[in-house]
């Protein structure tokens, strides 16, 4: 059973993974990115990833709560 990702295009090269949880609607808010990052419910390509300020690049797929989302380019 393959879980769907959608497509989430930013402004730059990089973004930080907490930003990038609230821009692809994975969580509701900022408070929402350091508590579900804390607590090892994300991954970024396939791994646990528990910091919030992690530079993610185009390509990266970030998952959570049975959600993904690729960052991809502008």
Avoid: C, W, Y
Avoid at 49 to 70: H, I, M, N
């Amino acid at each position: 059973m393959s879980q769907e990702v959608h497509e989430v295009s930013i402004r730059d090269d990089t973004i930080r993974l907490g930003q990038f949880l609230k821009l692809a609607g994975l969580i509701d808010s900022g408070a929402d990115a350091k508590s579900v990052i804390a607590d090892g419910r994300v991954t970024v390509n396939g791994e646990v990833e528990q910091r919030r300020g992690r530079q993610l690049r185009v390509g990266d797929t970030v998952a959570s709560a049975g959600q993904s989302a690729r960052v991809a380019g502008p």
